[in-house]
């Protein structure tokens, strides 16, 4: 029975360690893509504020196109604030998850084409999705508020440590140990 024991700890090590080389991965191709789009971005409205010729580009659509490329920007950024914290404390943190979901679908709610009033399908599917985003969010906020004594005292790594397999591979880091009482009160 040990010898067994032994061969799942080193292949869970191993799972373990292909994770987070994937997650990484992830880290570098998102920051590569959001500097390629911040740079495209800047050379857009630097050109656009040059150029005279287009004094409407910042109204109407021309306005839209920038304000939904920002936004493109801000939900990578958000991508990638995700994956990082996932490598850092190696858990998901569902409130960043909504926050980047509600900020992907206000970006479509405002990206909206002229002529998307006559897409009734469309409309009632993004307004759904936002009620149902919104609602879990405000779910996700109430269930951590310092009101609930079973949580209290427990930080969100080691609460998820309780619900996971008491059998981890691998070793905690800094951001696992136990927060000090001053900052658990917060």
């Known amino acids: 029975m040990p010898e067994f024991r032994r061969r799942r700890r080193s292949f869970l ?5 292909g994770e987070k080389q994937v997650a990484m991965l992830l880290t570098v191709i998102t920051a590569v893509v959001i ?3 911040l740079v ?3 050379v857009k409205v630097t050109l656009a504020l040059i150029n005279t010729d287009q004094d409407a580009y910042w109204l109407g659509d021309g306005l839209i196109r920038v304000l939904g490329d920002l936004l493109t920007v801000l939900i990578a950024l958000e991508v990638l604030q995700n994956i990082t914290s996932y490598l850092r404390r190696h858990v998901v943190q569902i409130e960043l998850v909504l926050v980047t979901a509600l900020t992907a679908v206000a970006r479509k709610v405002i990206v909206l084409p002229a002529g998307s009033e006559n897409k009734p ?3 009632i599917g993004l307004g759904i999705s936002s009620i149902a985003l919104a609602g ?3 779910l ?4 951590m508020q310092p009101g609930d004594s079973a949580r209290k005292h427990q930080s969100s790594t080691e609460q998820a440590r309780l619900y996971l397999d008491g059998d981890q591979c691998a070793p905690p880091d800094d951001d696992d140990q136990p927060e000090a009482a001053t900052d658990r009160q917060h």
Do not use: E, G
Not at 13 to 17: G, I, L, Y
Not at 140 to 143: A, C, G, I
């Open 13 to 17: 090590q191993w799972v373990d360690q």
């Open 35 to 37: 500097v390629a789009a």
């Open 40 to 42: 495209q971005l800047t």
């Open 121 to 123: 399908q469309l409309l």
């Open 136 to 138: 879990a969010y405000w």
């Open 140 to 143: 996700v906020k109430r269930s």
